[in-house]
């Protein structure tokens, strides 16, 4: 791997040392409702300052994309870092270890790097393009499943009313007799390194995705083999309503299934 990446998990680790901090001390957490329904704490804030002044310090000038505070920095440079600080607040903030921050770097407009580390687990994601994937130093790939019989997929479903009509959850329950079961951590970046390591078979969130939700996830899952779409199997990192991942025969099926519920 390039040293930019090792460069960046190890930041990754010691902010992860501040969320461990902070579930150590519940009392230090404070909880503010966003104007969307979701939450943010005031340790996400806090794991995002670090991340930002660090990249700096590394003696980056560049531009940035975070969930909490937006876009901000060189908008002349050809790098653009992305970071959401705790992908999974919901579960943080109730103890729940499926959570992780997410770090991704985007050269002109391409995602080359991506990092996605879990302080709970430990378990540390890492890519970059052209280098393979990683998980804590060995490399990964995806489940190489060939039929949707037996396989685990994560769906997010909280925001599928927006885009699938009401045939749409008949076709989930029929799904659920095909396959193993269904699985959804609660954070989509987490899901998807789940995706790139093979520990699950294929994904699917509606509504809710951010850039900063799955741009780390989406360098990671690619290099570990998976393919990475919207709906219309256009790989638009920027625009994406539905995503929709597998490896190169399961994807394909999960899109065809899909799309033919789609308002």
Request: with cysteine; net charge positive.
């Amino acid at each position: 791997m390039k040293p930019i990446v090792n460069a960046v998990t190890i930041l990754a680790r010691k902010a992860g040392k501040i969320i461990l901090q902070a579930q150590n001390d519940l009392s230090s957490i404070k909880i503010t409702k966003k104007s969307n329904n979701t939450f943010m704490s005031n340790i996400d804030v806090a794991v995002e300052d670090f991340l930002v002044d660090n990249i700096k310090k590394l003696g980056f000038d560049d531009y940035f994309i975070t969930e909490e505070a937006g876009e901000f920095g060189n908008k002349e440079s050809k790098f653009t870092w992305i970071i959401d600080p705790i992908d999974g607040t919901n579960n943080f903030i109730h103890g729940l270890p499926h959570c992780c921050i997410s770090i991704a770097l985007k050269k002109d407009d391409e995602l080359v790097l991506g990092v996605i580390y879990n302080p709970f687990l430990d378990l540390m994601f890492s890519a970059y393009k052209g280098q393979g994937a990683q998980l804590n130093g060995k490399k990964i790939r995806v489940a190489q499943s060939k039929e949707l019989d037996n396989t685990l997929i994560s769906a997010s479903l909280k925001y599928s009313r927006k885009i699938f009509n009401d045939s749409y959850v008949a076709e989930l329950i029929k799904l659920q007799q095909q396959i193993a079961g269904y699985r959804y951590s609660g954070s989509i970046a987490m899901d998807m390194a789940y995706l790139a390591a093979g520990y699950i078979d294929g994904l699917w969130a509606c509504g809710s995705v951010k850039l900063w939700d799955i741009a780390a996830g989406y360098v990671i899952a690619k290099e570990a083999g998976a393919i990475v779409t919207d709906i219309k199997g256009i790989s638009d990192i920027d625009n994406l309503e539905v995503i929709v991942a597998g490896n190169k025969k399961i994807q394909p099926k999960l899109i065809k299934l899909l799309a033919k519920h789609v308002k």
